[in-house]
């Protein structure tokens, strides 16, 4: 039995369908947030997720957020008939890359208006080399944090996240879920999800320790056919000075060579978390694009 239901039925995104469409993921060249196996599992409930398959070369998924649904796709454009039931039930088409822009240019001359740029959930985009070094005026601050985490807690270790040190990851999530005002409208779910998922060895992590307590962990995956490392949470206990700052310059130096980017995801229009990303001076974005429902 297939476990992707075939258009016009949608199913729900269960972990076997996000396992059986790995390898289309990994092949999206332009290396989005979203459209990794990570990032799908771990918010399916958050965006309320389905999956249908269009055909042997197209996927379509549906999703909800901020009470509006949206759909996007992974490979050919759709018939014109096919999107139209779409933005029957949708209020938009999201997650439309540049590459997707450029390589189905034609086919966007059928719309009333362009697509337009989603600047809230622009993807920040850093290079390995520039978090594993902090060099440069620009991040002398990040680095003289980094110094100073290591002159405070010089009995600090570094670990990978497993079945073993998850436990100990769970505890630096509850002890950060305190300190939030509004814990539905973080990625705290998300995180937990991402903690109980069996095959958690595989993904690239960090856990790190001082003083002999767990203080900060960090988990990606790598994407755009593994020239860039997507940063899905970073967490870190906010009394042990530094630790966020370090775990992010330690993350860095553990990844390969061949890994070329670290995508540290979007903003989603908060300011604190702008001006946070945009402090470590980002080398560029992984735009995006959506088209609302009057385009068509």
């Known amino acids: 039995m ?35 196996f990570g990032s799908l599992y771990f918010f399916r409930n958050t965006y309320k997720y389905k999956i249908s398959r269009f055909n042997e070369r197209t996927l379509i998924f549906l999703g909800e957020e901020q009470k509006k649904a ?27 890359s540049e590459s997707y822009l450029t390589d189905n240019a034609a086919f966007f001359q059928n719309f009333k208006e362009p697509p337009t740029e989603d600047r809230d959930n622009f993807d920040y985009l850093y290079t390995r080399l520039s978090l594993s070094t902090l060099s440069g005026k620009q991040l002398h601050k990040k680095k003289n944090h980094v110094n100073g985490f290591l002159s405070n807690y010089p009995d600090f270790t570094l670990k990978k996240l497993d ?11 509850d002890i950060w879920a305190t300190e939030q005002t509004n814990l539905q409208e973080t990625d705290y779910e998300a995180a937990q999800q991402a903690l109980a998922l069996p095959q958690i060895a595989d993904f690239l992590s960090l856990i790190l320790y ?12 790598l994407a755009a056919q593994g020239a860039t490392a997507v940063v899905h949470f970073e967490k870190a206990r906010t009394d042990f000075r530094g630790s966020y700052q370090y775990i992010n310059y330690a993350f860095a130096q553990s990844l390969p060579e061949h890994v070329v980017y670290i995508n540290r995801e979007q903003d989603l229009g908060d300011e604190g978390l702008r001006h946070a990303k945009m402090s470590y001076k980002p080398e560029g974005f992984v735009k995006k694009y959506r088209l609302d429902k009057g385009a068509l």
């Open 163 to 173: 079945t073993d040190t998850k436990k100990d990851a769970s505890k630096i999530l």
């Open 70 to 96: 949206f759909f996007f796709i992974i490979g050919d454009p759709l018939p014109l008939a096919t999107l139209k039931e779409l933005y029957n039930d949708c209020a938009y088409w999201k997650l439309i």
């Open 210 to 221: 001082a003083q002999g307590m767990p203080v900060a962990w960090c988990l990606a995956e």
């Open 2 to 36: 297939d476990v992707i239901a075939r258009y016009p039925e949608f199913s729900p995104l269960s972990l076997e369908a996000v396992q059986a469409i790995k390898a289309d993921l990994q092949q999206q060249k332009d290396g989005m947030s979203e459209l990794t």
